[in-house]
């Protein structure tokens, strides 16, 4: 196939699976599937996750990994070297390897064909890292205002009652002594204002607001917009969108592990 770059323009300008150029990926990846090639350009100002991904490549860890995590109209997961035919089994005692995070938005976000870093939850992963391995290519769905409108609100409300436990613990003396003291109506009250001050505080800095491009982008093209901001995107797909299909499509079990095995037969950088 074609290389997708324009060298009478820069070596940086290509062509996206959307038809748009984006400047900033010098990389193109491939990954040779079971059902077809998936080709996938890595983002320059992400240069952390643009290594890792290339020297996984030249180390062979995605050769024979099988995509064994797939959610129709969300995303398709992949890189995880257990899936491997013959791989040791995994040591769920030792720490996994993580790559500091590179959250580049709003000029990455969620969009359809973007490709994202798998993570740990917010618990055990507070800074956001990566996994060293896990990636995902998104399918999602087409949003509207009303719901993205939803997903910035309840990302406040989850800001707020993050800061409103702050608030507590901040000032746990208070609350205990109220409590002591069997005054539930004052408690009540303080743990109320506690309240009115997270939620004043958030309405005054929104953790995260869906800009006018992007709306229209959700809108016309769909994407998972629920993940901006929380996991770093790293690349997009710029040709084999159809194949990312054909895998979302596939019937899996309760746990969405595909039931048909599909597998990168080898991995490489164009």
Not at 58 to 77: A, C, S
Not at 112 to 127: H, K, L, S
Not at 181 to 210: G, I, W
Request: hydrophobic share 35%.
């Amino acid at each position: 196939m074609k290389k997708l770059f324009f060298f009478l323009l820069s070596l940086i300008l290509f062509v996206s699976c959307n038809g748009q150029r984006r400047e900033g990926a010098s990389t193109e990846i491939v990954l040779e599937t079971t059902l077809g090639d998936i080709h996938i350009a890595l983002f320059d100002d992400t240069p952390r996750h643009r290594d890792n991904i290339i020297q996984n490549i030249r180390n062979g860890e995605y050769d024979g990994v099988t995509f064994h995590r797939v959610i129709r109209n969300f995303m398709i997961q992949t890189g995880d070297p257990a899936t491997r035919p013959g791989a040791e089994p995994v040591d769920t005692t030792l720490q996994p390897e993580r790559i500091p995070a590179e959250i580049v938005y709003p000029k990455y976000f969620h969009q359809r064909g973007f490709v994202g870093a798998a993570r740990d939850g917010d618990d055990e992963n507070p800074q956001r890292m990566s996994d060293k391995f896990q990636f995902y290519i998104i399918t999602g769905k087409i949003c509207s205002d009303a719901d993205l409108d939803g997903y910035e609100m309840a990302r406040e409300e989850r800001e707020a009652q993050f800061l409103f436990d702050h608030l507590c613990d901040k000032n746990k003396a208070e609350i205990d002594a109220l409590r002591a003291a069997r005054q539930p109506r004052k408690l009540s009250d303080r743990l109320e204002s506690l309240l009115d001050e997270a939620r004043m505080t958030v309405s005054e800095n929104p953790p995260l607001t869906y800009t006018k491009s992007q709306r229209s982008t959700y809108r016309s093209k769909g994407g998972a917009p629920w993940l901006d901001g929380e996991y770093t995107v790293f690349g997009e797909v710029v040709e084999g969108m159809a194949v990312v299909e054909k895998i979302q499509k596939i019937k899996t079990d309760a746990n969405d592990v595909p039931k048909v095995e599909i597998r990168i037969i080898k991995a490489y950088i164009r």
